[in-house]
């Protein structure tokens, strides 16, 4: 009866959660639809350096492409593997249920997770960790320009955001969806302290966001603000649970998925080859790498295949949060 109850209730949330609309961020769909294997800006949203002449009159401006030194550094991301990373934060408590649990556990928490996945879609959600951005080689530098960074003990992020630059909408999402986690290895556990990390890290070294790429009105802060709108809408394009879903593979405690199959069909929506990364065997993160043509922000991102190979084995776990 329990095990009847169970895949009823599951049924019925993969339905709903099927059908499920998506709301609109940025000019974006958020939450689900992309239309190309590129992560392209619908327009340039951003206040910068306009690259079009200089796409056109360079035959090998794309990011790890170039046969020759290009010296325009608003146009051309000498880190030209860019690649955002996710988080899927799932209940470890579950994993233990799943792998050493009775019928009866396993019934029940599967029951109680496919609830909770209709009801709050943080729980269907993989969450952001990061833009990042590696030379072409796969290996990366850090905190390249500490000029360009930001403290928020001293800049206050949150009003920065919301405030000095307007950006209300941005600042929500990011509350929401870019969470910190033990695995970001932040050691202040506030998602602020992730934002500031992420950018000081990463965004100090995409030479596209120099201030000098910036329109005349140019203001402190600018391209770390600018950095985090960029970040929120490459991931609000990949969105990870629903390129799962649409073959099938939800998160439960009842059974294991083959990794292959994983892979596929986040390599089909992607365009190229995705990283998943595991924790105990179970998904825990997932990286969508790009090339790049033009400036960081208004430029096209191309879907490429993944220069690190996955840490899971033959069979994972896709464990609920």
Known sequence: MLATVAVTITLAARSVLAASASAPYFGKVFHGHRTSADSSSEGNIYPIKDCSAFIQDTPDSWSCHNTSVIRDECCFENYGVLLQSQFWDYNTTLLSIAVNGTTKDIVQAEAQSQIDLLYNDIKRTFTIHGLWNDLCDGSYRSNCEPSWEVDDARDNLTHLIGTEFNEPQLLAVMKRYWINTLKSNVEDQASVALWEHEYNKHGT???TLN?????????????????????????????????????????????????????????????????????????????????????????????IDSLTNSTCGEKVWYIPK
Not at 213 to 224: I, K, M, N, P, V
Not at 234 to 242: A, G, K, M, P, R
Not at 249 to 269: C, E, G, W
Request: proline share 2%.
């Open 205 to 207: 070294c995409m030479n």
């Open 211 to 303: 201030p000098e790429c910036f329109d005349s009105g140019y203001r402190e802060h600018e391209q770390a603000v600018n950095f985090y709108k960029k970040v929120v809408e490459i991931w609000s394009q990949l969105d990870t649970f629903q390129f799962l879903a649409a073959v099938g593979i939800f998160p439960t405690v009842a059974r294991q998925y083959k990794l292959s199959d994983v892979q596929n069909a986040l390599s089909k929506a992607h365009g190229g080859e995705v990283y998943v990364g595991c924790l105990n065997g179970a998904i825990d993160e997932v990286w969508y790498y790009h090339n790049l043509q033009g400036n960081v922000l208004s430029g096209t991102y191309r879907a």
